[in-house]
């Protein structure tokens, strides 16, 4: 199993910043790719971006592109999310999760961090 911890929501006037964390622990070598995702109440939840846990460039939904970025820090077993330029529409509760080795689909879910852009 693997637990993922979110951290760093809150409130941010728009085109301000947050740093997302996303600490995960347990059998950390099963993880082969990490990502965001985002909801709010009435709606579908939103994949906001990706990285592969050993490499590669990250990948990012065109809603967020040129404003997030997503790191990690394998020493730390943390993923990060960087958003700035926030707007109201980036309002949602933000999950981590994180595709196991030979698995199609997130098969692991943090609790979610409230982010809330508002003036």
């Known amino acids: 199993q693997v637990q993922l911890v979110e951290s760093g929501g809150g409130l941010v006037q728009p085109g301000g910043s947050l740093r997302l964390s996303c600490a995960a622990s347990g059998r950390i070598y099963s993880i082969v790719t990490m990502g965001w995702f985002r909801q709010t109440p009435g709606k579908a939840r939103e994949f906001v971006g990706r990285v592969t846990w050993t490499g590669g460039k990250p990948s990012y939904a065109d809603s967020v592109k040129g404003r997030f970025t997503i790191s990690r820090d394998n020493a730390k077993n943390t993923m990060y999310l960087q958003m700035n330029g926030l707007k109201p529409e980036d309002t949602a509760v933000y999950y981590c999760?994180?595709?196991?080795?030979?698995?199609?689909?997130?098969?692991?879910w943090g609790q979610g961090t409230q982010v809330t852009v508002s003036s």
């Open positions: 999760a994180a595709v196991k080795e030979y698995s199609a689909t997130y098969d692991y």
